[in-house]
């Protein structure tokens, strides 16, 4: 026996994207039901981004998401490049007008999630198994199996928030996306460490040896990658060649390193780029990483998720409201614009922090090159602290003649 329902909005995936689509749509008063192929547990435990921008804590704050975002999130105003043994620290707040980054695990974000989804009592399904979505073009349709029983579940339209491999994007026919991709040579080691964070900001380093990056997730756990090959068997390090690699790739001449302390979680994470064009079909609409991928350098994975469902929410609440479809329409190339722009900042911080295997010695010094003129071009400064810090969610289209 097959249970069937309806809701406004059908969406797959409790990943920050969903979560937060279906807060928005809550608060609009629009209705929704989401579907998880994980554990409660699995989604809330998995590490992923920490890197908050200034536009996404606003959004969390404005939709009452911001309580213990405030008390605990880490707010940093600015961030370090770190190359030839010297840290140079570029004020982001002072660049950009006061804005700033705060530092508050995805994993945090998805619990304060969470148990804003459990309040409001709308459907937030765990554990479904066999999930697939159908009738796109007139009749979206998600089914699928909890706690035993067949459910289909008729929808309006279907958010499809269930990440780079989710069925989402996998039911959309052949040919209807146009799909953008570029795999790096290299991946990250990234570590969870048991130990206090030595500096009160990013730390991103460019060595000989290969990039590494110190950030934080607490006052008492550190975050630390290493660049290594993308196919690096994390077998192969040790807890203590691990930590021996970061303290040569990150000592800088004043004798800063970062603090040494039990390993709680490693593992490396191979890097890409990735955009699929457009973001809907019929009414499945796409958002997150089932979308769009971008390396982390950059730290705008989640943020990007946040800003498509931000302009999604919106569009559909216009559409409930006076039967407005144009923002519908809209709403890939909108997302698309922000989207393109965060995937050429990230693709340069991580050409010009990391070392691509094969290259020359021009290829090289013109990385210092490129760090020398950041590090000393208050316009250059400028241009990195806009972006880090975050662009308005739609960017705007450009004038004729522009």
Known sequence: MTSVSKTQVGIVGAGPAGLLLGHLLHLAGIDSVIVENRSRDYVIDRVRAGV?????VDLLTAVGLGGRLAREGMRHEGLYIAFGGRRHRLDLAKLTGGRAITVYGQNDVVKDLIEARTATGRPLHFEAEDVSVDGL????????RHLGVEQELRCDVIAGCDGFHGI???????????????????????????????CDELVYTHHPRGFALFSMRSPTVTRLYLQVPPDEPI?????????????????TDDGW????????????????SFVAAPMRHGRLFLAGDAAHIVPPTGAKGLNLAACDVQVLADAVTAYYANGRTDLLDGYSDTCLRRIWWAQRFSWW???????????????????????EYLTRSTAAMTSLAEQYVGLPPEVPVPTAGV
């Open 52 to 56: 908050l921008e200034q536009g996404t």
């Open 137 to 144: 073009a007139s009749s979206p349709t998600i089914r699928f």
């Open 168 to 198: 989402c994007r996998q039911s959309i026919p052949a040919g209807a996306l146009t799909v953008y991709e570029q795999v790096y040579p290299f991946g990250w080691l990234g570590i969870l460490a048991e130990a206090p964070p030595s």
């Open 235 to 251: 077998e192969r390090w040790s807890d203590d060649a691990i930590w021996d690699e970061m303290l040569v790739r990150m000592r």
């Open 257 to 272: 390193v970062p603090n040494v302390g039990r390993v709680l979680q490693k593992s490396v994470t191979p890097l890409r």
């Open 349 to 371: 911080m991580t050409s010009t922090l990391h070392l691509a295997p094969g290259a020359s010695a021009f290829d090289r010094r013109r990385q210092v090159a490129d760090l």
